[in-house]
């Protein structure tokens, strides 16, 4: 997050006395930027204004909550494009009133079948590149869109779109936190072809108000609209993407985004404090939300207090034995399964747990060996309907504007998520073509008793799963409202062992990095117990969360961190 964008309450905050940190200096209970939505009928909570909108017009015109995040997200495409698009992946979350279940959908796509590890070590590189043709994945949001639709859908695909293609027909206003990152991609990415062409003004970024159209990527849209989800994959979409690529040194083809699928999987949970929590598997980190709570769980948090020292300290490494995990066995499972069911029980938080501390920081962390005692930017956002349907849907280019590599006349970026892969053999999540990278983005739900409760997450990279957790524990622990439980500072912390890239080892502990709120009686006694301690602006995510209210309705919140909208009707 920018400096000149951190929440007001921020500044407030560092000010506090050290025994109402997090909270408002005049009533002592927690702070929130604005009050919880509340609404009978139907709720939306997105990064963006105008998506949320939309959300609730489609829900209003008798679309399923289904419809709304469909909607919600072809608009967040056009007027987020710092974040997400058609170019990226996308993962789901679906509570069903009908079943009375959870319905979970990886929408990842996999890397080019003509790309090996081979073409690499000629090029004599030792990580695959951030931007350009290389780290492109096949996208899979749209493949996600018509499975979601098929099932929970009411309305035609046509109308869901429709609202996304008039605006980028006749154009909308550019937010301000939109604006900014637009403004930092700009130098790194016009290098690549049909960037500058289709994603800037005169060569720079879209300004703060200033209305953006994006007729190309209307065209596409229509194309979508009219032809279903084959239009994008097996028709002149995919026969554009892989003509561009093939005449820019790039290896996606046409017969890669031909071949692509996605996969409805089973989420899993953890009970964290009677609630249980709900994360999707691997390719994703989402389980490592479920192994930080599982490590906190035997401690009594709300005793300690919000923005204690052990507060922090037991969450910071809490994450560092999950991360530690994450690295060593979160992959694509077509390649690389992971003891799932082992690496989110209790007994094996029990044995990682007595590695904790409460007086010294751990420096470094080697993975569990679950296997052996037993048998993986972005834009958030949830919607709920009147039927009680709840979708918990986040989606991504992964690396901000994702590659750079806009085809001609599409209108749209494709991700680089294969950015993530390690070129060393024997690694989980060492490229192979045909192969998903391992995922950061990941949705997450809660359930009272088999009932919904929550739908939220917390986006941002390595940033996701302690987010997750930090949710949370907010709300269970500190007693924390939907809203305060998004505005509370919070703690990230980096250098784990990652599972991509370099993958390099984590042994100097890492370091925390701590929004502004914390008191520096928290700053001394983590130093005292050995943690590196710095400042940084703006790693701390972006939340969304909708809650269903026990007397009916519901409660949303939304992020003051960025331009959105928790609203309903």
Not at 12 to 36: K, M, N, V, Y
Not at 82 to 98: K, S
Not at 183 to 195: A, E
């Amino acid at each position: 997050m920018p400096a000149h964008r951190l929440p007001a309450f921020a500044a407030l905050l560092c000010c506090l006395p050290l025994t109402l940190a997090a909270a408002d200096r005049i009533t002592g209970q927690p702070f929130a930027t604005r009050s919880e939505v509340h609404a009978p009928h139907a709720m939306a909570a997105t990064s963006h204004p105008l998506a949320t909108q939309i959300a609730l017009d489609i829900m209003k015109a008798g679309g399923s909550a289904v419809d709304a995040a469909i909607a919600a997200n072809a608009a967040l495409g056009l007027m987020e494009p710092t974040g997400n698009g058609i170019g990226g992946d996308l993962f789901a979350i679906v509570w069903d009133p009908a079943t009375r279940k959870l319905h979970g959908y990886d929408g990842s796509g996999r890397s080019p079948r003509a790309l090996t590890m081979d073409e690499f070590r000629r090029r004599g590189l030792t990580e695959i590149p951030s931007h350009g043709p290389l780290p492109v994945t096949v996208p899979g949001t749209v493949d996600g869109w018509f499975a979601l639709h098929e099932r929970f859908g009411r309305l035609p695909m046509a109308d869901n779109l429709a609202p996304t293609i008039r605006y980028a027909r006749n154009g909308h206003p550019v937010h301000e936190v939109v604006a900014y990152y637009w403004d930092r991609s700009v130098p790194r990415l016009s290098r690549w072809p049909g960037f500058s062409a289709q994603f800037t003004i005169d060569g720079r970024a879209p300004r703060n108000g200033e209305t953006w159209k994006n007729p190309n990527l209307a065209d596409t849209l229509q194309k979508i609209a009219d032809g279903g989800r084959d239009a994008f994959y097996k028709g002149d979409i995919a026969r554009t993407i892989g003509d561009y690529f093939a005449a820019n040194d790039g290896f996606l083809s046409y017969d890669d985004l031909a071949a692509h699928t996605g996969n409805w999987v089973e989420p899993v949970s953890t009970s964290y404090r009677g609630v249980d929590v709900w994360e999707l598997p691997p390719s994703g980190q989402g389980i490592a939300a479920l192994q930080i709570l599982n490590l906190l769980e035997p401690y009594d948090l709300r005793s300690y207090g919000f923005g204690s020292p052990e507060h922090v300290h037991l969450f910071v490494e809490a994450k560092k034995l999950a991360f530690a995990d994450r690295a060593r066995w979160y992959a694509d499972p077509e390649f690389h399964p992971a003891p799932v069911a082992r690496l989110i029980s209790k007994d094996y938080a029990r044995e990682r747990g007595a590695l904790i501390s409460m007086d010294t920081a751990l420096r470094e962390v080697q993975p569990g060996t679950p296997a052996q005692l037993d048998e993986g930017d972005t834009i958030y956002m949830t919607t709920a309907d009147a039927s009680g349907m709840m979708v918990s849907l986040i989606q991504s280019n992964y690396r901000g504007m994702g590659s750079g590599m806009a085809p001609p006349g599409l209108g749209f970026i494709l991700q680089d998520r294969g950015e993530q892969f390690v070129l060393k053999d024997g690694h989980p999540n060492s490229y192979a073509p045909g192969k998903r990278p391992f995922h950061t983005i990941i949705p997450a739900f809660a359930t009272k008793d088999g009932e919904p409760w929550l739908s939220f997450g917390v986006m941002g990279g390595a940033m996701q799963p302690q987010g997750h957790a930090q949710i949370i524990i907010n709300m269970i622990d500190f007693g924390m409202n939907l809203q305060e439980a998004g505005d509370a500072p919070r703690i990230h912390h980096d250098g784990s062992t990652e599972p991509a890239g370099q993958n390099v080892l984590m042994t100097d502990g890492g370091r925390i990095e701590l929004e502004s709120g914390f008191p520096y009686e928290t700053v001394r006694g983590l130093m005292r117990r050995g943690h590196r301690v710095q400042f940084a602006d703006g790693p701390y995510g972006g939340y969304q969360a909708i809650m269903k209210n026990p007397q009916g309705g519901w409660t949303g919140a939304s992020e003051s961190r960025k331009d959105g909208q928790a609203a309903g009707y």
